[in-house]
């Protein structure tokens, strides 16, 4: 399937778990799909990049070593995503890279991740916790910042202060999820 028919395939993609799974499942049975799916999730301006956005999620979690070979192209253009609907997948799958590159099992991501590509990943998550995102989204990102953060100690420190300085305007999901973080960081300080 080249691009063109894929890409009419995803546009039947609809937010059903069973819809994303489906298409998931095309990608999985044939992975040179992959890169065609991430080609059409950075159209960023065309509303089947959100439904590629969703597919990619669910392909990631269950196997995020597809990634691997594409860390670099999807590096260079999540500052990109910039929908709603596609930023939370996105987001989600930046805090699986941070979840598996700490994970104590060997795998792909933590051998291939270079810390250019990380950097990345932390400057996109600081402009997604800055800006007008959702809370989904800021919520993973948190996550991803502080896992991140183990090795880059000024993460921790900016991103306690952005989580602190508007605490109170936020959403209750915005602040369970900031004082977990918080309490997460708390206790990293208290080890070192």
Same mark, same amino acid.
């Given at each position: =399937?080249?691009?063109? *028919?894929? #890409?009419?395939? $995803?546009?039947?993609?609809?937010?059903?778990?069973?819809?994303?799974?489906? /298409?998931?499942? !095309?990608? !999985?049975?044939?992975?040179?799909?992959?890169?065609?799916?991430?080609? %059409? =999730?950075? =159209?960023?301006?065309?509303?089947?990049?959100?439904?590629?956005?969703?597919?990619?999620?669910?392909?990631? /979690?269950?196997?995020?070593?597809?990634?691997?070979?594409?860390?670099?192209?999807?590096?260079?253009?999540?500052?990109?995503?910039?929908?709603?609907?596609?930023?939370?997948?996105?987001?989600?799958?930046? =805090?699986?890279?941070?979840?598996? #590159? /700490?994970? &104590? *099992?060997?795998?792909?991501?933590?051998?291939? $991740?270079?810390?250019?590509?990380?950097?990345?990943?932390?400057?996109?998550?600081?402009?997604?916790?800055?800006?007008?995102?959702?809370?989904?989204?800021? +919520?993973?990102?948190? *996550?991803?910042?502080? $896992?991140?953060?183990?090795?880059?100690?000024?993460?921790? &420190? *900016?991103?306690? &202060?952005?989580?602190?300085?508007?605490? /109170?305007?936020?959403?209750?999901?915005?602040? +369970?999820?900031?004082?977990?973080?918080?309490?997460? %960081?708390?206790?990293?300080?208290?080890?070192?």
């Amino acid at each position: =399937m080249n691009i063109k *028919e894929f #890409y009419k395939e $995803l546009s039947h993609v609809n937010a059903t778990r069973e819809s994303r799974l489906h /298409y998931a499942n !095309l990608v !999985l049975n044939d992975k040179q799909l992959f890169i065609n799916l991430l080609e %059409i =999730m950075f =159209m960023v301006n065309d509303h089947v990049s959100c439904k590629a956005a969703w597919v990619f999620e669910f392909v990631c /979690y269950k196997n995020i070593a597809l990634l691997t070979p594409h860390l670099a192209f999807f590096t260079k253009n999540i500052h990109n995503i910039h929908l709603d609907s596609a930023l939370r997948p996105v987001a989600k799958v930046c =805090m699986l890279i941070a979840n598996t #590159y /700490y994970s &104590q *099992e060997p795998n792909s991501i933590k051998q291939a $991740l270079t810390k250019q590509q990380k950097e990345i990943i932390i400057e996109t998550g600081f402009d997604w916790m800055i800006g007008k995102q959702k809370v989904a989204t800021k +919520a993973f990102t948190m *996550e991803t910042l502080f $896992l991140f953060g183990k090795e880059t100690n000024w993460v921790h &420190q *900016e991103l306690a &202060q952005l989580l602190q300085q508007d605490f /109170y305007n936020q959403s209750a999901g915005f602040k +369970a999820k900031a004082k977990q973080i918080l309490n997460k %960081i708390k206790k990293t300080k208290k080890l070192e």
